[in-house]
């Protein structure tokens, strides 16, 4: 199936400091969903991008979607110690089946 | 957050002995998932289903089946549990198969 790289892994910031997580594929995406997880929770639906040079904006963060629809970017301008965690992409099938990236962990130091 | 919940959220248990894990919701959804969380390898799908008694395999099958008989029930078993096993299991649930919603997790260790 398709697969979602993600870099990078981890990524340790200064609070007040900018962040940004990438997602890439080989292949053309459908869509693509970020998730983030704080640490000792489970992963929480941030939002999901569909069109091609789609960017989307939460408060501070900023999603795009690239022209290819082969990768994707999180930025987290100005972070937070709230922002800690692990920020996921994943890809939605049609079978309805998600794959995920490995993810990239952030800690932020205050 | 959406009605799913995982029982038990912590088990123990020895190499060799069976391990049944439920995933409950509440939001009638049709799809169900379930996943295992190790470090360094984000989220990986053991088996989903798409409906009552319909499942289908993930990457990660293997030593792992499921059953569902009813709509809100997803019930994963271990059928003789290894070390290689311990991880955090985590289920999900779907209305149309696009964002996923996911359970608080359950913490298994096999020794």
């Known amino acids: 199936g398709q697969q979602v790289m993600q870099i990078p892994q981890y990524q340790h910031v200064q609070e007040g400091e900018d962040f940004t997580t990438y997602c890439n594929s080989s292949t053309t995406l459908s869509n693509i969903q970020w998730y983030k997880q704080r640490p000792g929770g489970h992963p929480v639906f941030l939002i999901q991008l569909v069109k091609s040079g789609e960017v989307k904006k939460q408060k501070r963060l900023t999603f795009q979607f690239g022209e290819a629809k082969k990768n994707s970017s999180l930025h987290i301008t100005a972070t937070q110690t709230t922002d800690v965690g692990t920020y996921f992409c994943?890809?939605?099938?049609?079978?309805?089946?998600?794959?995920f990236g490995d993810g990239t962990t952030l800690t932020v130091k205050p | 957050d959406a009605g799913i919940t995982q029982s038990p959220r912590h088990k123990v248990t020895e190499t060799g002995t069976p391990v049944t894990l439920r995933c409950h919701q509440t939001e009638n959804h049709r799809y169900m998932y379930w996943y295992r969380q190790d470090p360094g390898h984000g989220l990986r799908l053991i088996h989903y289903?798409?409906?009552?008694?319909?499942?289908d395999k993930g990457e990660v099958s293997d030593g792992y089946s499921v059953s569902r008989s009813k709509t809100e029930d997803f019930l994963l078993t271990l059928e003789s549990a290894t070390s290689s096993q311990t991880s955090v299991y985590f289920c999900a649930i779907t209305d149309e198969g696009d964002t996923q919603y996911f359970g608080p997790g359950t913490r298994l260790t096999v020794l």
């Open positions: 994943a890809h939605n099938t049609n079978a309805g089946k998600s794959t």
């Open positions: 289903s798409y409906g009552v008694k319909d499942t």
